[in-house]
């Protein structure tokens, strides 16, 4: 009987085995790791993001200048108080030979209905 070994005993040294194994260290470790990169993959993702949206802000805030800028002096808006067209002599136009006869035709069709009004 000197030499048998309590149940109990038996019990806790089988479950110390279990439990505290160099396998289950080592499973708890890498564990540990995922976590680490886990969360360090999370955090990279909210900087990103957060740069992403601080890029979104310059380029929307870029737009608003062109918009209240360079767009209205391109095309010829002014901002402030209206002034005065600048006034250009006008050009002299000589009428080629097809606008010679295209007026006169408009003006024979407008002559047509005078005409044929009176009785």
């Known amino acids: 009987m000197a030499d048998q070994v309590p ?15 160099r396998l289950s260290a080592h ?17 990279e993702r909210d900087e990103r993001a957060a740069d992403q949206q601080a890029e979104i802000e310059r380029l929307r805030a870029k737009v608003a200048e062109y918009e209240l800028v360079l767009i209205p ?8 108080p209206p002034s005065s067209p600048p006034s250009f002599p006008d050009p002299i136009v000589e009428r080629s030979s097809w606008q010679a006869i295209r007026d006169e ?7 047509e209905p005078a005409l044929e009004e009176q009785p």
């Open 105 to 111: 035709h408009l003006a024979r069709q407008e002559a």
């Open 27 to 43: 499973l708890e470790l890498e564990l540990a790791q995922l976590r680490q990169d886990f969360e360090a993959r999370l955090r």
């Open 73 to 80: 002096l391109s095309s010829g808006i002014r901002l402030g």
């Open 7 to 21: 149940l109990g005993l038996r019990l806790r040294e089988f479950l110390r085995y279990l439990c505290g194994s």
